[in-house]
């Protein structure tokens, strides 16, 4: 049996890579790509020249497969995303439930992904939260919503640029216009930016300043309300 391992890239600056996750990249047989052009950059600029394989969401369910078989036969292969950790709101988690229901070692490395710096750095209670990705873009976007309504733990989104605006006014429907909120951008890149506030606030920033780049959006969760005094009605 061969192992599959899951490798996180970096999600702005090349540095962000481990030395582990380099020498599995140059040691793997096969290394499966999600965009083949983009990590092909990253391969380059760390002289790595081993086989590069399209494995993305479009067309996973039928290369998983042939992929485990290879495993089966012995092979050692490493899952790459364009960006972060895959499965993480990345193609992976079909190909990983796969090869371990085959009974395949499978085994993710610790590295790169964007969901923890944004958490950390939000100033917002990290001990406890939830992480949601990306929301539906149309059906089933509001219940979702709705479904977060009461949601005590910090929460975590992944948002494109052209719809921080959107997302946030809809954060101010359902969450209320004064619950604290850091939207990052670009981590770990040239232009990081967080900017944080009232989702009210933030929603006045982005009228006047046009949201670029992929967005991480931190959202404070609901506070629970004080206990009753043990002395209430004596």
Do not use: W
């Amino acid at each position: 049996m061969g192992i599959l391992y899951v490798v996180p890239t970096p999600v702005g600056n090349m540095e962000d890579i481990t030395l582990r996750a380099l020498r599995i990249l140059k040691e793997a047989d096969l290394i499966l790509a999600e965009d083949t052009r983009t990590s092909g950059k990253l391969l380059k600029h760390y002289d790595i020249q081993n086989r590069l394989q399209s494995h993305h969401k479009f067309n996973e369910h039928g290369t998983s497969a042939n992929v485990v078989e290879k495993l089966k036969a012995g092979m050692t292969i490493a899952l790459i995303s364009d960006a972060g950790t895959p499965g993480i709101s990345d193609p992976g988690f079909f190909l990983v439930r796969e090869a371990v229901a085959a009974g395949i070692e499978v085994q993710c490395l610790p590295g790169a992904t964007a969901l923890i710096p944004a958490l950390v750095s939000s100033g917002l209670p990290d001990d406890r939260f939830c992480f949601e990705g990306f929301l539906p873009q149309k059906k089933g976007r509001q219940t979702r919503l709705e479904s977060l309504r009461e949601e005590q733990r910090t929460m975590v989104f992944y948002e494109s640029p052209y719809r921080v605006l959107k997302t946030l006014q809809q954060f101010a429907e359902v969450f209320g216009a004064d619950r604290h909120v850091s939207c990052c951008r670009e981590i770990s890149k040239v232009h990081e930016e967080s900017v944080r506030g009232t989702i009210a606030e933030v929603i006045e920033h982005f009228k006047t300043k046009e949201p670029k780049g992929e967005f991480v959006i931190v959202v404070e969760g609901e506070k629970s309300p004080p206990k009753p005094s043990q002395r209430e009605g004596c």
